[in-house]
């Protein structure tokens, strides 16, 4: 058991850039999930995944984001056109489905941040 | 929708010395978790203590305890023997059995273990 492992750890980009975060979940884990994290605060859900299926979006996710999970294995999220407002930490977690009680497996989580 | 407050930013606690850090949340779910969740600096993640609502017995792990009260909407976690190491943010979770596991996260409370 290697953890949900997050690449890369920190990102800077410019204003108007796209960037793509990679996570690989625990290798039994069919459910993925993606959290956006602001500075004091908690973490936000943005989305998750069971398998390969997204199954259900936030709000807060708008069009410029977009996650993937192709083979039901890692998952990719790309933001689109990036604005400073999406400087944050983002979050991976995984989990096993099947177990009504089964927590979060969190990553290092991808730190952004937008100049 | 549901929401999980933490009224508690920042703590402190003498080395040694017991600390409650409160939570509540709400929610019209008759069944669900709760969660302790620890991040200590620029560290990932981890989970702390986890309740099933159905269970009026609260839930003990070693020097962590909740002490779970379900009508009034409550989940506090008291850390026994404080120690250097539980120095770390400490985010209060529901997670909903419907529809996708979704975590819900307070907003976090600082604590300090004081040497």
């Known amino acids: 058991d290697t953890g949900v492992s997050q690449d890369p750890r920190h990102k800077i980009t410019k204003r108007g850039q796209n960037v793509t975060f990679r996570c690989d979940p625990i290798?039994?884990?069919?459910?993925l999930y993606w959290y956006r994290q602001t500075l004091g605060q908690g973490p936000e859900f943005l989305t998750y995944?069971?398998?390969?299926?997204?199954?259900?979006k936030s709000r807060l996710l708008s069009d410029r984001f977009s996650a993937e999970r192709p083979k039901g294995s890692f998952s990719t999220l790309e933001i689109q056109r990036t604005e400073q407002g999406d400087s944050a930490m983002y979050l991976c977690?995984?989990?096993?489905?099947?177990?009504?009680?089964?927590?979060?497996?969190f990553g290092n989580g991808t730190r952004l941040t937008v100049t | 929708a549901q929401t999980v407050t933490q009224s508690q930013p920042e703590m402190s606690v003498q080395e040694a010395e017991t600390v409650t850090l409160s939570c509540t949340y709400d929610?019209?779910?008759?069944?669900?978790?709760l969660f302790w969740y620890k991040q200590p600096p620029s560290r990932q993640m981890i989970l702390v203590i986890r309740?099933?609502?159905?269970?009026?017995q609260n839930a003990t792990e070693n020097r962590f305890s909740v002490n779970f009260q379900k009508a009034a909407k409550s989940f506090s976690l008291k850390i026994s023997d404080s120690q250097l190491g539980d120095t770390a943010m400490y985010f209060c979770a529901f997670m909903k059995l419907r529809a996708g596991n979704q975590f819900y996260f307070g907003t976090g409370t600082s604590l300090t273990v004081i040497p």
């Open positions: 977690a995984s989990s096993v489905g099947t177990a009504y009680n089964s927590p979060l497996h």
């Open positions: 290798s039994e884990h069919n459910r």
């Open positions: 929610t019209s779910e008759s069944n669900y978790y």
């Open positions: 309740q099933e609502a159905y269970k009026q």
């Open positions: 995944f069971q398998n390969e299926a997204q199954l259900e």
